[in-house]
Nanobody, 120 residues
Framework: QLQLVESGGGLVQPGGSLRLSCAAS????????IGWFRQSPGKEREGVSC????????NYTDSVKGRFTISRDNAKNTVYLQMNNLKPEDTAVYYC?????????????WGKGTLVTVSS
């Protein structure tokens, strides 16, 4: 069965850090661009970050630039999102997604999400 599984979410205070992981099973992530998306209650899902198949190209939405870092370890079939200096507005369900085309605009597989709550 082809699936993506996110982990690492939880409750953190403002200014804190979390590292999300996205592990694939049933297929190899090497061939896919991987994106992190998030959705807060009452809001549309938004793209947070995307990393190319090789890891040589990354992009971020403006609100997380300088605070979040996406990376991948193809040997472990896993992609990470390091989130630092978290803010209450980062609270959301975070999803990882795999797309065979560059840019994370067309997605082939979605994970089920992990909840990140930033609150004091």
């Amino acid at each position: 069965q082809l699936q993506l599984v996110e982990s690492g979410g939880g409750l953190v205070q403002p200014g804190g850090s979390l590292r999300l992981s996205c592990a694939a099973s049933g297929f190899t992530l090497n061939y896919y661009a991987i994106g992190w998306f998030r959705q807060s209650p009452g809001k549309e899902r938004e793209g947070v970050s995307c990393i190319s198949q090789s890891g040589g190209s990354t992009n971020y939405t403006d609100s997380v630039k300088g605070r979040f870092t996406i990376s991948r370890d193809n040997a472990k079939n896993t992609v990470y999102l390091q989130m630092n200096n978290l803010k209450p507005e980062d609270t959301a369900v975070y999803y990882c997604a795999a797309g065979i085309l560059p840019g994370c605009h067309l997605i082939n597989y979605w994970g089920k999400g992990t909840l990140v709550t930033v609150s004091s």
